[in-house]
């Protein structure tokens, strides 16, 4: 197993160049594929003790292919403390969750949220430019993600079309990400990868930097946009 060896300093410097399929995995939410890729495990407490060690391990993986990108999630934990309920897509529960926040165009402003529970329903949405940082979950695009439940963990696996989401036009894409569990117990404890702080208004401005060293060709249809990320594609 490859465990990601990063650095942090005032301001996050982490940089990811995720592993490449030649085929799609497959998903299941089981991550037999990703297990043994590039791992990140260096999760950090958001709340309620900003900067402590996570009670639990959590550890994500992250890939891509010549049409989407992917991640991975295995949330270890007491299994008969998961909170999960089985809702319609976008209704949120106090269970445990995942979710991801992308900036493909890397402006630390809006971006996109993808989330899911246990269960494996959908959520998707966007977040606002700081300081703000509104999320807005009316939001909906094209996505897959399939979560697994076993005696000690439970996990889960998104495939985002790369066609689902705004692109620059670039030889490299060089966008920011953060990723969040939920895990609501007596309190509601969020754990965070990099390291964020309460006291830095933008969120991406901390995010850490994944890197697609190859230009996007995206053979699928979008099926859905961001009214809110039109700015980007103007250069405003």
């Not at 939920?182 to 401005?205: C, D, G, Q």
């Amino acid at each position: 197993m490859k465990i990601l060896s990063l650095s942090f300093f005032l301001i996050n410097s982490f940089k990811i160049t995720p592993f490449k399929f030649k085929n799609p995995p497959q998903i299941d939410g089981i991550i037999s594929e990703f297990e043994g890729l590039e791992e990140i495990s260096n999760f950090i407490e958001y709340f309620p003790e900003e900067g402590k060690k996570p009670k639990i391990n959590t550890k994500c993986y992250i890939a891509y292919d010549e049409n989407n990108i992917y991640f991975a999630f295995k949330c270890y934990d007491d299994m008969r403390s998961v909170r999960k309920t089985l809702t319609k897509r976008g209704e949120f529960a106090m269970d445990d969750m995942i979710f991801i926040y992308l900036d493909p165009y890397a402006k630390e402003k809006e971006g996109y949220i993808f989330a899911t529970n246990p269960l494996g329903v959908q959520f998707d949405g966007i977040i606002s430019s700081p300081p703000e940082n509104t999320e807005d979950f009316t939001f909906d695009t094209y996505f897959e993600v399939k979560s697994f439940i076993s005696d000690s963990f439970w996990s889960c696996e998104f495939r985002i079309p790369f066609s689902s989401l705004r692109l620059p036009i670039k030889e490299k894409q060089e966008w920011k990400f953060f990723v969040l569990r939920v895990r609501p117990r007596n309190i509601r404890e969020l754990y965070v990868f990099p390291p964020i702080s309460k006291n830095v208004p933008s969120f991406f401005a901390q995010a850490a930097e994944v890197i697609i060293p190859e230009r996007i060709y995206s053979k699928e249809k979008r099926n859905d946009f961001i009214p809110y990320l039109i700015s980007y594609q103007t250069g405003i």
